[in-house]
């Protein structure tokens, strides 16, 4: 009796992962039947966005369902990513996540969650590079310019970012190690909220991602000191890199990317990696990355992932350097 019983209870337990096994696949080959939401931990009009929501729209046409945009802005970046690494493994929420989140894994001493345990890396969508930029009534044009005011003014000169840990926090504190200046640092919930403020002038300067920037650039509501890539980009032929600005070896990326929720089936993130990668090669998609200096994703998932860990070892050490620390 107890063989048969134990043979029973086996027979229940296999079927019952058949029967789990079958509906994940069953939930892959048919998805999406609904709506797919993209968590944006910050506030709309950001440098996230401004992938984010036209990868959103040419994604609604492919999947034939809409993908909306929900933005959760708040402490860095690490309150929406909290909210998503909650949300149930469907296939039906992914999170739009950037550098910043690399960044956070080592700056901040507490966090409810975690890229490794809560996340699986998708796909990159775009890396753009930092970019120094003024309120064109600071009398600054220069780098050079820049140092010697700092040194001359400790503490005066203020620069914004989108938060506490985010890629412009670190990009101004690394900035201040390497030259010796003493910057304020002005937190805000989101690259949208701080350029209003630079625009206004209650900012000075901000070490912002090229992403938001581009455009105040052109149409010269902001002056922009020098690009922080390697090389210099072609949307702006004439914007030297900091490096040949008088800081060499200064270079800093911003890039934004999209993660699954941990327990995501995987055939639903390869079907999401691919149309990502469908989508870079459309002329909607590469003008818009191109007007904004930015290279295109569509990265294969284990490239991804493996850049994700090099951005987390890379950033630890600018942390450790800079002695930054945040408490939630």
Request: aromatic share 8%; charged share 15%.
């Amino acid at each position: 009796m107890r063989r048969l019983a134990a043979l029973a209870l086996s027979a229940l337990a296999l079927s019952a992962t058949a029967f789990v096994m079958t509906a994940t696949v069953a939930t892959a080959q048919s998805w999406p039947t609904k709506p797919v939401k993209f968590i944006n931990p910050f506030p709309a009009g950001g440098g996230t966005d401004a992938f984010a929501r036209p990868l959103a729209a040419r994604l609604s046409i492919t999947l034939g369902q809409q993908v909306i945009i929900e933005n959760l802005g708040g402490a860095g970046g690490t309150l929406g990513a909290g909210i998503a690494a909650k949300a149930a493994p469907d296939g039906y929420t992914f999170f739009v996540g950037a550098v910043h989140h690399t960044i956070a894994e080592t700056l901040y001493t507490k966090l409810n969650h975690s890229l490794e345990r809560d996340f699986v890396p998708v796909t990159m969508i775009a890396v753009v590079p930092n970019v120094i930029v003024v309120n064109p009534n600071v009398p600054i044009r220069s780098v050079k310019e820049l140092i010697a005011y700092a040194k001359a003014n400790p503490g005066k000169l203020n620069f914004g970012s989108a938060g506490n840990g985010t890629s412009h926090h670190l990009a101004g504190e690394l900035f201040k190690t390497m030259t010796g200046t003493d910057l304020t640092h002005i937190p805000y919930k989101g690259a949208g909220p701080m350029m209003q403020d630079l625009l206004g002038g209650q900012v000075d300067l901000a070490f912002d991602g090229m992403g938001t920037s581009a455009s105040q650039i052109k149409s010269g509501k902001l002056r922009a000191l020098a690009v922080a890539s390697h090389a210099r980009v072609p949307a702006f032929p004439d914007l030297p890199t900091v490096s040949e600005a008088g800081v060499p070896g200064y270079e800093v990326l911003t890039w934004y990317a999209l993660w699954a929720v941990k327990g995501t089936p995987q055939n639903v993130i390869d079907r999401m990696q691919a149309e990502v990668a469908k989508a870079m090669e459309t002329k909607e998609i590469r003008d818009v990355w191109a007007a904004q200096s930015a290279t295109l994703g569509g990265w294969p998932q284990a490239q991804f992932a493996e850049f994700v860990q090099s951005e987390i070892a890379k950033w630890a050490k600018v942390v450790k350097t800079s002695g930054a620390k945040i408490d939630l």
